[in-house]
């Protein structure tokens, strides 16, 4: 027996009797769930939903409809797109309302830079959840269009240590507005690594103009091709230990 | 019950183990691997008026995997306990022996490297399949599963002779 055969023999005998098997119940009613929010984010509405986060935008806390729960593992990312005359009832003010300075990344599309910035959230059962990290594009005239966000869904948004990171899986079909993949630290960080296929690969930092313990990342498109997921990444302190 | 929902009980019943087995051997975590298998039947049951006539294992396999590889960017949900590993028959001794040695190997792999792993060694799947549900090219599978072999040599790579009947 070679050493792969010896490999797949150990995976089966590693196996073990499902003891309670799936639950049928919950699995259904999620999907369902699933379904309802698809077709939402279809009709070109308002795509907060997915994530079950509502966006305060305009100065308003957006509860305009009954949120819904969580799924098992959420992926906190709603990218924000303009209302349509169609609707549901969503948010009419999609204008980006950031808190504290907007990062700029000196990335170009034409004339728009790609910007990054903090915005308040409103996450349903997380009170310690009232930021999200936005990244968006500034016009020459100075407006914001959100492209993507990410904010926590479970504890507290400035516990130490990494949040949700924003990884544009759309970015693998070729687009004209690639969104970089970027996220936040809470921590001394001066230096952020991740890998990709053995590869080192450095993100660009900018620490927050509200509380400075908040290390926003991003990586350069040149360095990590938008889309690529990462395999690790970890924050080294000024002295390069990891934290 | 409606017909569609009638397919999909039977087919999360008679998919969802080996779901489990596969996450676990990813995550090395009971509890993850159940929380992960049943994402993956729920996007299932979401789409299965799409994917009931094609690959329905093949849809629930490649959001598993894909959804554990990106799991390192998400909140690490934490567990207080670790269960122990319960018999199904066999000698007990040599199944937790073999479940260590095994952790312990796949614990020294990336999450893609877990994930080449489990759907090439353990679904028996061809690496042009995995190239597909994992959105790679299949020059990447092959480079990710050599270098993972390659670790797993490194880790010891010979399972523990077993102290009962396994052979």
């Not at chain 1, 059962?125 to 009232?130: A, D, F, I, K």
């Not at chain 1, 759309?170 to 004209?176: E, H, K």
């Not at chain 2, 060694?121 to 799947?125: G, P, R, T, V």
């Given at each position: 027996m070679n050493e792969v055969d010896e490999l797949r023999r150990a995976m089966r005998a590693a196996e073990r009797a499902d003891?309670?098997?799936?639950d049928l119940a919950v699995i259904m009613r999620e999907g369902r769930r699933v379904r309802r929010r698809r077709r939402v984010a279809g009709t070109g509405a308002?795509?907060?939903a997915v994530a079950a986060v509502v966006i305060g935008v305009g100065g308003t806390v957006a509860r305009s409809r009954a949120p819904e729960p969580p799924l098992p593992?959420?992926?906190?990312?709603a990218p924000v797109v303009a209302p349509t005359a169609?609707?549901?009832?969503?948010?009419t003010e999609l204008r980006p309302r950031p808190v504290g300075a907007v990062v700029g990344?000196?990335?170009?599309?034409g004339a728009d830079e790609r910007v990054f910035y903090v915005v308040p959230v409103d996450v349903p059962?997380?009170?310690?959840?009232?930021i999200g990290l936005a990244a968006g594009r500034r016009s020459p005239a100075g407006e914001l269009t959100t492209d993507y966000l990410v904010n926590d869904?479970?504890?507290?948004?400035?516990?130490p240590g990494f949040h949700q990171i924003g990884y544009d899986p759309?970015?693998?079909?070729?687009?004209?507005v690639p969104v970089p993949t970027f996220g936040y630290f809470v921590g001394p960080a001066a230096r952020i690594v991740g890998t990709v296929d053995g590869r080192h690969v450095e993100a660009r930092l900018a620490r927050w103009s509200?509380?400075?313990?908040l290390v926003i990342f991003w990586f350069d498109p040149g360095v990590l091709a938008p889309?690529?997921?990462?395999?690790g990444i970890v924050a080294r302190d000024a002295r390069g230990r990891r934290l | 019950m409606a017909r569609g929902d009638a397919e999909f009980v039977e087919f999360a019943t008679a998919a969802s183990a080996r779901l489990v087995h596969a996450a676990f051997l990813m995550t090395g975590n009971h509890h993850q691997a159940e929380d992960a298998a049943q994402t993956a039947l729920v996007r299932t049951y979401a789409s299965w008026s799409r994917v009931r006539n094609g690959d329905a294992y093949g849809y629930a396999r490649s959001v598993l995997v894909n959804h554990l590889v990106d799991a390192?960017?998400?909140p690490i949900r934490e567990y207080p306990t670790e269960d122990l590993p319960e018999p199904h028959g066999g000698d007990v001794a040599d199944e937790v022996a073999t479940r260590r040695w095994l952790l312990a190997i796949l614990g020294t792999l990336t999450a893609r490297e877990r994930a080449v792993v489990v759907l090439r060694?353990?679904?028996?799947?061809p690496e042009a399949q995995v190239a597909r549900e994992l959105d790679v090219s299949v020059g990447t599978v092959k480079s990710t599963g050599s270098r993972a072999l390659e670790k797993l040599r490194s880790a010891g790579l010979t399972a523990p002779e077993p102290q009962g009947t396994r052979r």
């Open positions: 003891r309670n098997g799936p308002v795509a907060v593992a959420p992926v906190a990312t169609t609707a549901d009832p969503a948010p990344s000196g990335i170009r599309y059962e997380l009170p310690g959840v009232t869904v479970a504890g507290s948004d400035r516990r759309q970015a693998r079909v070729p687009s004209a509200e509380d400075p313990r889309g690529e997921p990462l395999d | 390192w960017r998400r060694h353990y679904f028996d799947l």
